[in-house]
């Protein structure tokens, strides 16, 4: 149970990370359009844009600032607690 926790806490980790990845990478413009950068930031987008249209709906943009990703990762990281609570009480 030890390992399964700790699987689901790496993949948590991972996905904040993206999300942070893609919102530094949305400030950097990218020099050949058809570029490595271009495929980096299209991989990010379509890993992380799901997950971030949910908070969009609910979150207007402010001054032309888009707060959902960090309600995404505030949201993410209680739903991680949440789950490690509860695997935890059981597996003991």
């Keep these: 149970m030890n390992t399964l926790i700790l699987t689901l806490n790496t993949l948590f980790?991972?996905?904040d990370f993206l999300i942070i990845a893609y919102c530094i990478a949305s400030w950097i413009p990218?020099?050949?359009?058809?570029?490595?950068?271009s495929d980096i930031v299209a991989v990010l987008k379509r890993l992380v844009e799901p997950y971030l249209n949910i908070f969009r709906r609910?979150?207007?943009t402010?001054?032309?600032l888009d707060f959902s990703p960090i309600i995404?990762?505030?949201v993410l990281n209680?739903?991680?607690a949440l789950l490690?609570?509860?695997?935890?009480?059981i597996a003991y």
């Design 30 to 37: 990218p020099r050949n359009p058809n570029g490595w950068w």
């Design 84 to 89: 490690v609570s509860v695997l935890s009480r």
């Design 58 to 60: 609910f979150i207007p």
């Design 62 to 64: 402010a001054a032309g």
């Design 13 to 15: 980790q991972i996905y």
């Design 72 to 74: 995404a990762i505030v």
């Design 78 to 80: 209680l739903v991680q």
